[in-house]
Nanobody
């Protein structure tokens, strides 16, 4: 079992930044691929960034160049740095863990955090 707790959401103006954190605990938490998803009202949950335990990363086209993911395995924590935020980035952001290397699908992820709201005002 892996437990995930997100933090760092909030309200920011367009062009601003937020940094989300996801603290993982449990058996072999640092060996999992970690993903950040988001879900806006009326939309499907989408993968926006993922990092494998060795550090290889993926970013969705919608956030590439603005968002970055990193992890500190010593602290079992994954971060999502979000810069140049736009109103369309408003969503609930979820951290998730997968035992599948390079996991891309929602169904590949076994453990989920409770989500944290990020709101960008225009």
């Amino acid at each position: 079992q892996v437990q995930l707790v997100e933090s760092g959401g909030g309200l920011v103006q367009a062009g601003g930044s937020l940094r989300l954190s996801c603290a993982a605990s449990g058996r072999s938490a640092s060996s999992y691929s970690m993903g950040w998803f988001r879900q806006a009202p009326g939309k499907e949950r989408e993968l926006i960034a993922r990092i494998r335990w060795r550090g290889n990363t993926y970013s969705a086209d919608s956030v590439k160049g603005r968002f970055s993911i990193c992890r500190d395995n010593a602290k079992n924590t994954v971060y999502l740095q979000m810069n140049s935020l736009k109103p369309e980035d408003t969503a609930v952001y979820y951290c998730a863990a997968s035992g599948v290397p390079g996991a891309m699908k929602f169904t590949d992820y076994d453990y989920w955090g409770q989500g944290t709201q990020g709101t960008v005002s225009s």
